[in-house]
């Protein structure tokens, strides 16, 4: 079984940095994805609802904000409620595992540029053949 999502889009807010009581980071954002435009047709544009957990919430949170191109990598998920009402509802949400910067931020002066404090965290070196 697969289950796995990549988008592109913009955010449509700046991320809500949460804690849970256990005091793990999440961070809830929604992001403008467009659909492929077909000849004459008006653009289409999906709100596609995030969450991020424990690092990538943190990370998300400091360095991304509203308006902003970015790429997320996770998994959909469906959740089963109920509302206040008492009616049963189902929320669909992408869980990411990774979030990524898709164009460079721009300062005040609108020059390009990373933040001077990011350094990238790819984990584990891996020391294995290349497959080319």
């Known amino acids: 079984m697969l289950n796995r999502t990549i988008l592109m889009g913009r955010l449509t807010r700046d991320p809500e940095l949460r804690r849970t009581q256990n005091d793990t980071p999440i961070v809830s954002f929604t992001l403008a994805v467009n659909r492929p435009k077909y000849k004459d047709a008006d653009p289409v544009v999906d709100f596609i609802d995030i969450v991020a957990w424990r690092k990538t919430a943190e990370f ?3 360095y991304f904000q509203k ?3 970015v790429a997320v990598e996770g998994r ?6 109920e509302d206040k009402e008492g009616k049963k509802r189902k929320a669909v949400e992408v869980v990411a595992d990774q979030v990524h ?3 460079r931020r721009k300062n005040d002066s609108g020059d390009n540029v990373m ?8 984990g584990e070196e891996d020391d294995g053949d290349l497959p080319f």
């Open 60 to 62: 998300v949170s400091q």
């Open 67 to 69: 308006g902003q191109l």
């Open 76 to 81: 959909l998920q469906v959740r089963a409620y």
């Open 101 to 103: 910067f898709a164009e």
């Open 115 to 122: 933040p001077s404090d990011f350094v990238p965290d790819f």
